[in-house]
């Protein structure tokens, strides 16, 4: 899924359309709405990004059978948080800790931390996950961190992504970097 957000985000050209770090949100939602309709789940997320469609829980998550009542079993297949507005550990513990309790296969954290922080928030995940006294083993976790890159020539936009299992074991999945000139 790290590869098609990538890919996503470079042919869909979002460098072009956001000139601050949070102006990526709608784009990131959106292409998580798409993409849960495409498994043939049903997603859901705020009407400013899908007309006719509402919140659950969490910024956006994709389940089945939630409107089908005759349906048996309900589960939430995907659950996401997205915070590219707080970039302060205090503000990522925030979503990230939504995201631990609810009951999801997979569960998405988009982040902006700082890069010198980076380290000390994934640390934090692990642990977080490790201390959580509710483990399934069927939970993993996919976190997307954002960081604009000043030091590099010309000046990059750079997404990691890194897979946590349930007992907070993780490991960095890919890191991209796509030129891009605007703030933080």
Same mark, same amino acid.
């Given at each position: 899924?790290?590869?098609?957000f990538c890919?996503t985000?470079? !042919?869909e050209?979002?460098?072009?359309k956001?000139y601050?770090?949070?102006?990526f949100?709608p784009?990131i939602?959106k292409f998580?709405y ?6 043939g ?6 009407e ?13 998550c994709?389940t089945? #059978?939630?409107?089908?009542k ?10 996401l948080?997205s915070?590219l ?9 925030h ?11 997979l569960k998405v ?5 700082? !890069?010198?922080?980076?380290e000390?928030?994934?640390?934090m ?5 490790? #201390? ?16 604009h890159?000043?030091?590099t !020539?010309?000046t ?15 490991e960095e999945i890919?890191t991209e ?6 703030r933080e």
């Amino acid at each position: 899924m790290f590869k098609d957000f990538c890919e996503t985000f470079q !042919k869909e050209n979002w460098l072009s359309k956001c000139y601050y770090l949070h102006d990526f949100g709608p784009h990131i939602l959106k292409f998580f709405y798409i993409r849960g309709k495409n498994e043939g789940l049903e997603p859901h997320v705020k009407e400013t990004i899908a007309k006719g469609s509402s919140e659950y829980l969490v910024d956006l998550c994709w389940t089945t #059978g939630y409107y089908d009542k005759k349906a048996v079993g309900y589960w939430i297949e995907l659950a996401l948080e997205s915070e590219l507005g707080d970039q302060s550990r205090d503000g990522i513990w925030h979503d990230f800790i939504k995201l631990m309790d609810v009951k999801a296969n997979l569960k998405v954290g988009i982040f902006r931390p700082s !890069k010198r922080e980076r380290e000390e928030i994934l640390e934090m995940f692990r642990d977080e996950i490790d #201390g959580h006294r509710i483990k399934n083993p069927q939970e993993q976790y996919l976190i997307i961190f954002l960081f604009h890159r000043p030091d590099t !020539k010309p000046t990059k936009l750079e997404i990691s992504g890194y897979r946590f299992d349930y007992l907070g074991n993780y490991e960095e999945i890919g890191t991209e970097l796509f030129p891009w000139s605007a703030r933080e």
